[in-house]
């Protein structure tokens, strides 16, 4: 049993929600190793006791069970597979859990080398954006070895209360493609609903307090709607990161044969906003391409 006694977390990616689901682990007593590109953005854990390192080779050596949530596949390609990765330098009998949402393809691959190390890799993508990682109450859909996945999960409790095992490595960040294909298309119903409201004369605000807990309701049209509505377009979830999920599923349904029409169509909408300068900004500013 993995106890903060004989246990050494390391976590890779201190941002938006990295910075949170990290703060889970070390306020429940596990002994902490951070590392990000930024230092910055991990000041506020290497405050609270966090021991900070400068690469992820040290992370692997200092740690038993690591963390990674990063930007981009090439990213966590370079994190896990790198020169100075993790899987290099890792230890036999560590736990990886990449919570990145990434390609299938590249967690099988991830998989196969680490387990010729000896070492257990668990693809554990995420949803539930800024508010979930938070509030510990995130989605984690795992893919990868069940008893591996069996040990891990007391952990993966401190930070999400939805954690389902989806099978063999590279099925949870599959599932991750339904979850993200289903935002897609509800983002676009989402900005529209506003949209239509607010030119029919309606009180948008009052109109949710109809529509969100009826048939309607989703958890965008409850959590991000009022910030669109607040003009709030703060990043819970970058708009650069959905377009680089939104191109991976793009590519896995190619591969199986399937078309994606709403899919594609939420993609060139997002496209259009990156050139509007809006990649930096949350999903909910999707709501700016009809108001500018």
Known sequence: MLTPENTVI???GTGVMGKS????????????IVYSRTKEKAKDLIDQGAQWVNNPKEVAEKSSVIFTMVGY???VEEVYLGPEGLITHGKSGSYFIDMTTSSPSLAEKIYEEAKKKGIYSIDAPVSGGDIGAREAKLSIMAGGDLEA?????PILELLGTNIVYQGTAGMGQHTKMCNQIAIASNMVG????IIYAEKAGLDPENVLKSISTGAAGSWSLSNLAPRMLARNFEPGFYIKHFIKDMKIALDEAEKMGIELPGLALAKSLYEKLVEMGEENSGTQALYKYWKE
Do not use: Q, T, W
């Open 10 to 12: 390391g976590f890779i």
């Open 21 to 32: 689901m990290a703060g889970h682990l070390l306020k429940d007593g596990y002994p902490l």
């Open 73 to 75: 596949p090439s990213d």
């Open 149 to 153: 996945f069996n040990v891990v999960r």
């Open 190 to 193: 989402v900005c529209e609903a």
